[in-house]
């Protein structure tokens, strides 16, 4: 049975750092894509970022980019989610996913085409 676990998520102020892990199991992760979605109540899950099997090629939204930095070792099965200068807006609860086959740059950011998903881990920030 294929596991996503995340940890780390919590409670912090606006302008603080949290640093998110998500390792997965019951399968070789060592070609998968790996990344994250955050969910608000009622919304569908949005794209955050997501690395390649290798950890080259990386994407972000682009509400995160220059705060946020994710990272997959290569060929691995755990990929974390540095956030770092977070807003009350970043307030969800994240998700690790994992994608087979994943190639092309216009769909790391596709829910649609992950196959593989984490319960997931609250992350909340006051302001």
């Known amino acids: 049975q294929v596991q996503l676990v995340e940890t780390g998520g919590g409670l912090v102020q606006a302008g603080e750092s949290l640093t998110l892990s998500c390792v997965g199991s019951g399968r070789d992760f060592s070609r998968l894509a790996m990344g994250w979605f955050r969910q608000y109540p009622g919304k569908n899950r949005e794209f955050v970022a997501a690395a390649d099997w290798s950890g080259q090629r990386i994407f972000y939204a682009d509400a995160v980019k220059g705060r946020f930095a994710v990272s997959h070792n290569s060929g691995g099965n755990t990929v974390t989610l540095q956030m770092n200068s977070l807003k009350p807006e970043d307030t969800a609860a994240y998700h690790c996913?994992?994608?087979?086959?994943?190639?092309?740059?216009?769909?790391?950011?596709?829910?649609?085409?992950?196959?593989?998903w984490g319960q997931g881990t609250q992350v909340t920030v006051s302001s």
């Open positions: 996913a994992a994608a087979i086959g994943m190639k092309y740059s216009n769909t790391f950011s596709d829910r649609a085409r992950y196959d593989y």
